[in-house]
């Protein structure tokens, strides 16, 4: 699943949470997220953990698993 709200509008950690709880992702599952470069994000969200950050340019992304 992928999730890339507007950038600078506060939206990624609501949406990350909501979409953790939604059991729309499978067991095996994950979910990238896409989001400005300084933005801090929790390592555990839910039931989903942090698997990768990277950042690139202005960028950064997100990668979260079951765990």
């Known amino acids: 699943m992928l999730l890339d ?3 600078k509008k ?3 950690a609501g949406c990350l ?3 953790a709880r ?3 992702v499978s067991d095996d599952g994950r979910i990238v997220c896409e989001a400005e ?3 801090e994000l929790p390592g555990r969200v839910e039931t989903f ?3 990768k950050h990277k950042r690139y340019g202005d960028t ?3 990668v979260y ?3």
Do not use: K
């Open 5 to 7: 709200p507007p950038y």
């Open 10 to 12: 506060q939206l990624v």
């Open 17 to 19: 949470e909501r979409l």
């Open 22 to 24: 939604s059991r729309w």
């Open 37 to 39: 470069r300084d933005l």
């Open 49 to 51: 953990e942090r698997a």
């Open 60 to 62: 950064s992304v997100h």
């Open 65 to 67: 698993l079951p765990g």
